[in-house]
């Protein structure tokens, strides 16, 4: 097996044992990416030289007995976490040419524990999308069938991490923007409670929803991935103050006895019949692994897409007020100020993010708060309440992650209401500010993965954690690796 096909643990063990330098791995990584770049596009930035440079002294670090939880672990980085001195532009021309001055939190924590960064991948523009369709960059292809999306917003990172062009990745999810391309993907993909992680140097879609998590190829990475970037920060005004546990010592404990709460609601007409199978095929797994499977009812979940598209636009058009050709980013030549800042919008943003932003500043106008953002918000509540109640009688809740496969490229682009429906089992979570984890669980006749989805009570990630290795140890789903 190639160095580049390892998992983070894997990893550990032969720098430990003396057996691969943080280097090896890294250029093993490096040659990957230009084997199979070319097709996937995970990437917008490949940061050779700094990542050849890093790896250099994490082996000087190794040699010393300095080992760190990832020292010489390639890591790609999605291009909405500032990086100081390097490029980060949200996948949007009105950004191409910004370098922050500054790390985000979780790229200052990262690099503490040794990772190297090869990368800054692909996205959505702004991270408004369900495929890494709408890039200023150009898509990303799945790795497991170039002509479909690998999801999105967080396509690239998801796409690396399947392409083995890294160890594990970081994106974030406002509506489901990790876990959903985690699924198409046939990876591991976890979205924090909200506040569990910090947003610190996080570019802002929806403030109130955004969330940084990571993309592994097993579950344990994934637990390695949060001890890591779990954790207070002062820096940031809505990170929660609250201890972190060390989230590798659930992995491997069995859930005897657990509840798993499975909502009528999430099993309607639509679901892909693959999918649908894929998904009681898991529940019957969960049974064998001693749990108990509950039906529970969510009962606000019809409005959560609406409530979404409601809260999700209104924050993004006051967040990207910013964007105005003054600061920074790209700016329009024109003669007057006004004149700058309409052609600097119009020319700098895309389609997406330019709908987004006309929904938001409808529902936040006068007359029309009270209608639309200040209802939206009253549900919202509702929506978190059911979730309240619910794991009052479940320990763990079990959806689908998607319900379809990956679709084709083109697809769905000219009908958002469409697009927007591939969302539809992951929105709920960021509303509610809970903590969710996808994972495999199977694949299509045709070789497309599915996506198995479990939901926790607010900052019991561990249980995550804990019920999501239980779930891999037992169903043994078939190891299959794209063939690029």
């Known amino acids: 097996m190639e160095l580049y096909q390892s998992t983070i643990h894997e990893l550990q063990d032969k720098i430990k044992e003396g057996k691969t330098t943080a280097t090896a791995i890294t250029k093993s990584v490096l040659q990957r990416i230009d084997a199979v770049e070319e097709k996937v596009h995970s990437y917008i930035r490949v940061m050779k030289d700094e990542a050849l440079s890093a790896a250099a002294e994490a082996d000087k670090e190794i040699k010393k007995g300095n080992i760190k939880p990832l020292s010489g672990i390639s890591i790609a980085l999605k291009d909405i976490v500032c990086t100081k001195g390097i490029a980060t532009t949200c996948g949007s021309h009105i950004l191409h040419n910004f370098v922050p001055p500054y790390d985000a939190s979780v790229v200052e924590k990262l690099r503490a524990a040794g990772a190297i960064f090869v990368g800054k991948t692909n996205m959505d523009e702004f991270a408004m999308g369900s495929s890494t369709e709408t890039s200023y960059f150009g898509p990303t292809r799945n790795p497991w069938d170039l002509e479909r999306i690998p999801g999105g917003s967080s396509g690239g990172s998801a796409a690396a991490v399947a392409a083995d062009e890294c160890v594990a990745s970081i994106g974030s999810d406002t509506g489901g923007s990790i876990r959903q391309p985690a699924a198409l993907c046939g990876i591991v993909g976890m979205k924090p409670t909200y506040g569990r992680v910090s947003r610190f140097g996080l570019i802002a879609f929806a403030s109130s929803l955004d969330q940084i998590g990571p993309f592994t190829k097993d579950v344990e990475d994934c637990a390695i991935m949060m001890n890591v970037l779990a954790g207070y920060d002062r820096r940031e005004s809505t990170s929660v103050n609250i201890d972190v546990p060390d989230y590798r010592q659930f992995a491997g404990r069995d859930i005897k006895g657990w509840k798993i709460g499975i909502p009528k609601e999430y099993f309607v007409e639509g679901i892909d019949p693959e999918v649908k199978a894929a998904i009681e095929a898991s529940i019957k797994t969960m049974e064998k692994c001693g749990a108990q499977s509950v039906e529970i009812s969510l009962p606000h979940t019809q409005y959560c897409l609406a409530v979404y598209y409601i809260i999700a636009p209104a924050e993004a058009s006051s ?158 789903i078939e190891k299959r690796r794209p063939k690029l």
Not at 353 to 381: E, F, H, N, P, W
Not at 392 to 413: M, N, Q, S, Y
Not at 419 to 441: E, K, R, V, W
Not at 446 to 470: C, D, N, R, T, Y
């Open 319 to 476: 967040n990207l007020a910013r964007y105005d050709g003054v600061k920074y980013g790209f700016r329009a030549p024109a003669s007057e100020l006004l004149d700058m800042y309409k052609k600097t919008r119009m020319q700098g943003f895309g389609a997406e993010v330019k709908r987004r932003i006309m929904i938001g500043t409808y529902a936040l106008s006068a007359g029309y708060y009270d209608a639309y953002y200040k209802k939206a918000s009253q549900v919202r509540a509702l929506i978190k309440k059911d979730f309240e109640e619910a794991f009052k009688k479940c320990d763990v809740i079990l959806t689908p992650t998607t319900p379809t496969p990956a679709f084709k490229i083109g697809e769905k682009t000219d009908n958002p209401l469409q697009m927007y429906l591939s969302d539809i089992f992951t929105i709920s979570t960021n509303l509610a500010g809970i903590p969710g984890i996808s994972l495999p669980c199977g694949f299509t006749k045709s070789g497309l993965p599915v996506g198995v989805q479990f939901l926790a009570g607010h900052f019991q990630e561990g249980k995550l954690i804990q019920v999501a290795s239980a779930y891999e140890r037992k169903a043994q």
